[in-house]
């Protein structure tokens, strides 16, 4: 029996066909650049772009170059920084605020799973060194104080990043990392997605196959299909997938580093122990699968740190609901910043 999923699929892909048949009269590859997701920074020099250890970043910055500066670092691995926008009001409170779309994610340039693969656990330090060549591009002096935010796999990633290099950041903001410890994560992910979610999932990617299959490095392909498959959360509180709350997914880099963390059981609070600079720590009060002993346990990896429950939003609306962010977060990340 098809459901009312597959039937939407079956509708937009039917509907994407028929443009590509009748619109021009050109052919159109769904591989290429621009046909079937945005380009990325690599395909239209027309984006805000920086160049940082070895990749080409889909980045831009608001507010007083030598105010304090807040790094938004997206989650995923793999999403990209436009849901995170409105930590732009920052900017208010004289605050430099950096987005920056992490390697193969969202508009950057993309690279073979392989380069990751073959760096083994070197490719979090990838990433490690990407931070700090961001931070490097942007920072104007020694002393103008670095601020890291991270929501959900930012959130890890801002972790491991000042348990390895406790002296680059002077404050610290994290919204639901799901875990730090590799089994945290696992646990964390099997209890934030249902059986009926991930067999919903499959059921999908099963389906949509019949009309379009990616090999290992097809970008384009691979990425819309990844946002095809982005639905509706009611564990964690998601909301329905909305194609204005992000640019593009990064497939190949998501799939890479969760093989990565597997294989080698990434700790990401190793270290974590020397950053004893307080830091300011929000999960969501609809996300049933972050309970407060959950919070709790999670929380227990740092020195220092206050804790926020944001009332009425889930994993995302902490930063993306408009209210939420008004009323509770962000009032609570400039006094957070005030005190440091």
Avoid at 117 to 133: H, N, R
Avoid at 168 to 175: P, T
Avoid at 253 to 279: C, H, Q, R, V
Avoid at 316 to 322: F, H
């Amino acid at each position: 029996m098809i459901s009312q999923r597959q039937k939407k699929l079956f509708g937009i892909v039917v509907i994407m066909s028929t443009a590509l048949l009748f619109s021009c009269g050109e052919e159109l590859s769904i591989d290429e650049p621009g046909n079937l997701v945005p380009k990325t920074v690599t395909q239209d020099t027309s984006l805000p772009t920086i160049y940082a250890n070895g990749a080409w970043l889909h980045s831009e910055a608001f507010g007083p170059e030598d105010g304090t500066m807040i790094i938004a670092i997206h989650g995923g691995p793999g999403g990209d920084y436009r849901y995170l926008l409105n930590c732009k009001d920052l900017t208010d409170s004289g605050y430099r605020v950096v987005f920056y779309d992490q390697r193969g994610s969202g508009l950057s340039e993309r690279f073979p799973k392989r380069s990751y693969i073959s760096l083994k656990q070197g490719a979090i330090d990838l990433m490690y060194d990407e931070l700090t060549a961001v931070i490097s591009h942007y920072r104007k002096s020694p002393n103008q104080k670095v601020i890291l935010f991270g929501h959900s796999w930012g959130a890890i990633l801002a972790s491991g990043y000042l348990g390895k290099y406790p002296d680059m950041a002077q404050g610290l903001i994290l919204c639901e990392p799901g875990g730090l410890k590799w089994k945290e994560i696992e646990d964390y992910i099997k209890e934030s997605r249902s059986f009926k979610y991930w067999g919903e999932i499959l059921n999908d990617a099963t389906y949509l196959d019949q009309f379009i299959t990616g090999k290992e490095d097809q970008h384009e392909i691979l990425d819309y299909k990844m946002a095809m498959m982005a639905s509706r959360n009611d564990i964690t509180g998601e909301g329905d997938f909305d194609p204005s709350s992000n640019w593009r997914s990064g497939a190949v880099i998501m799939d890479a580093l969760f093989s990565i963390g597997e294989a080698y059981k990434i700790d990401f609070s190793e270290g974590l122990e020397n950053y004893t600079t307080p830091s300011l720590f929000f999960y969501s009060g609809r996300n049933r699968a972050y309970h407060d002993s959950w919070a709790q346990k999670i929380t227990s990896h740092y020195t220092n740190i206050q804790v926020v429950k944001v009332s009425g939003v889930g994993h995302d609306g902490i930063v993306t609901n408009t209210q939420a962010w008004n009323e509770q977060t962000k009032p609570a990340i400039i006094n957070y910043i005030n005190s440091l």
